[in-house]
C-alpha cells in the first residue's frame, strides 16, 4: 500500500486500516490480511518471506533485476518478490523461531484456562439462592406497604406539642455523645431538631427521672404508636411464615423466635422510613411522621431511643439492597440462641442458608466500596439489635406495669410482649 505524502498521522494511517476499506499486499497488490513481519501483505507474500528468511534462501532474478510483482505473476521472480518485501518494511526480526511460536501458543492455551478456572471459582449465586432471594423480596413487599396507607385505621396520633418544663440542673450531663453520627443530627447545632434532641437529652437525664415519671402521664401518643407496633408485628409475622424453611419449624419454636425477634424486625424494616434529613421517621403526611418526640410521648425515654436513632443512621448509610435487607430481616427472626428454641439445630441450618446466601448475593452483586465489609457491618447491626431490644424490654415492662397504660396496648402487643398485670 502506498501511503500519499499527506497521510502521516496516526489518525490518518489508521482510517486506512479501517476495517471497510479494502487492505491490499505491499508486495503484489492481492487482498491483504494484516500486517506481517511489519507490513501490510497477503497470505501468499507473508508465508514466502518467512520460507525464505528461514532457508536463508538468495535468489538471482533472470530478467533485469526490476520485475514489477502483481498477484498472477508473484511466483515467477522470487529475486524481485522478496527485494519488494524488504523494501516495503518486512523484517526477518519480526519472524519466529519455532520455539518461539510454540511458548506463545503455549502462552495462549495456559491464559485461555486461567480464564477458565477463574470463571469457574467466581461465586455465584446458586438457583436455590437466587430462588430464596426472590421469595423474600416477595414475602417483603406482599408485607410492607410503602404508601402507609394503613396508618389511618389507627388510633389518631395526639402530640402534645407545650412547651416541655425543661431542668437544666448542674448535675445535667451536656456531653452525651452522640459520637461519631453526631453530625449526621443536624447540619447546623441551631436546627430545631438539634435543640430539640438536647431538650430531650435535659428532660431525661435532667433530674434523674424518666418522662414517665415527670408527670406527662397523658402519654399521648401511646395509642397510635400501639396501633402502629401491634400492625407492623402482624406483619412481621405474614413476613416470617413466608422465609423458606420457617415452617418446617414446631409450632413452639416459630412462636419463640417471633416473639423475641419481632421488634428487632420493626426496627430494622422501620429503616425504609427512616430519613437522615430530619431524623424521623416518615410514613407518608406530616400526621404519619414521627421524631423522638413523638415517640417519648408513647413512653419511652432517650436511653432506647437515641441509640435506636444511631442504629437507624448507621443503618441507612449501608445503603442495603433491597435483596439485603430482606435477607437481614430473616436472618434476625432465623436466630438459634433466642430464648425457648427448642430445634436449635434445625433454625441453624436455615438461618445458616441465609447467612450464605447475603455473603454470596454481596460478592457478586455489591459493587465496591459498599461491598467492604458490607457482611460483617450488617452482623454487627444485628448485635446492636441485640441491646436496642434489651432497652426496649426493659422501657415496656416498666410502661406496662401501670394499668392506665397498658390498657392503651393492644391484645396482640400485650401477648408477644407480655402483660406485667397478668
Ligand atoms: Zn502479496
Ligand atoms: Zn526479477
Not at 520485475?67 to 516495503?88: F, G, P, S, Y
Not at 444485628?382 to 393492644?410: C, G, I, V, W
Request: hydrophobic fraction near 35%; charged fraction near 25%.
Amino acid at each position: 500500500m502506498e501511503f500519499s505524502a499527506a497521510s502521516t498521522s496516526i489518525q490518518d494511517i489508521d482510517m486506512e486500516f479501517d476495517k471497510n476499506v479494502p487492505r491490499i499486499c505491499g508486495v503484489c497488490g492481492d487482498k491483504a490480511t494484516g500486517f506481517h513481519f511489519n507490513a501490510m501483505t497477503c497470505e501468499g507474500c507473508k508465508g514466502f518471506f518467512r520460507r525464505s528468511m528461514k532457508r536463508k534462501a538468495s535468489f538471482t532474478c533472470p530478467f533485469n533485476g526490476d520485475c514489477k510483482i502483481t498477484r498472477d505473476n508473484r511466483r515467477h521472480c522470487q529475486a524481485c518478490r522478496l527485494k519488494r518485501c524488504v523494501d516495503i518494511g518486512m523484517m526477518k526480526e519480526f519472524i519466529l523461531t519455532d520455539e518461539e511460536v510454540q511458548r506463545k501458543r503455549n502462552m495462549i492455551i495456559k491464559r485461555k484456562e486461567e480464564e477458565a478456572i477463574k470463571e469457574s471459582l467466581r461465586p455465584k449465586l446458586t438457583e436455590e439462592q437466587q430462588k430464596m432471594i426472590d421469595v423474600l423480596l416477595d414475602s417483603h413487599r406482599k408485607t410492607f406497604d410503602p404508601t402507609y396507607s394503613d396508618f389511618n385505621q389507627f388510633r389518631p396520633p395526639v402530640r402534645e406539642n407545650e412547651c416541655r418544663r425543661i431542668t437544666r440542673s448542674s448535675s445535667v450531663n451536656t456531653q452525651i455523645s452522640l459520637s461519631e453520627e453526631s453530625d449526621a443530627f443536624s447540619s447546623s447545632p441551631d436546627t430545631p431538631e438539634h435543640a430539640f434532641f438536647t431538650n430531650s437529652l435535659f428532660q431525661q437525664y435532667g433530674d434523674g427521672h424518666s418522662p414517665l415519671a415527670m408527670g406527662s402521664n397523658e402519654l399521648s401518643m401511646l395509642p397510635h404508636l400501639a396501633d402502629l407496633v401491634s400492625y407492623s408485628i402482624q406483619k412481621v409475622i405474614g413476613f416470617a411464615k413466608m422465609i423458606p424453611g420457617f415452617r418446617d419449624l414446631i409450632a413452639e419454636d416459630q412462636i419463640a423466635l417471633l416473639k423475641s425477634s419481632v421488634i428487632e424486625v420493626i426496627m430494622l424494616r422501620s429503616n425504609q422510613s427512616f430519613s437522615m434529613d430530619d431524623m424521623s421517621w416518615t410514613c407518608g403526611s406530616d400526621e404519619f411522621k414521627y421524631k423522638v418526640d413523638d415517640v417519648t410521648q408513647a413512653g419511652h425515654n432517650l436511653e432506647l431511643l437515641e441509640p435506636l436513632v444511631k442504629f437507624q443512621v448507621g443503618l441507612k448509610k449501608l445503603s442495603l439492597h433491597e435483596e439485603e435487607h430482606v435477607l437481614l430481616m430473616a436472618i434476625c427472626i432465623l436466630s438459634p440462641d433466642r430464648p425457648g428454641v427448642q430445634d436449635k439445630v434445625l433454625v441453624e441450618a436455615i438461618q445458616d442458608r441465609l447467612s450464605s446466601t447475603l455473603q454470596t448475593y454481596i460478592l457478586c452483586k455489591h459493587p465496591p466500596p459498599g461491598s467492604r465489609l458490607l457482611y460483617p457491618k450488617m452482623i454487627q447491626k444485628l448485635a446492636d439489635l441485640r441491646s436496642l431490644n434489651e432497652e426496649h424490654s426493659k422501657q415496656y415492662r416498666s410502661l406496662s406495669f401501670l394499668p392506665e397504660h397498658s390498657m392503651k396496648l393492644t391484645p396482640l402487643v400485650l401477648e408477644v410482649f407480655g402483660n406485667e398485670i397478668s
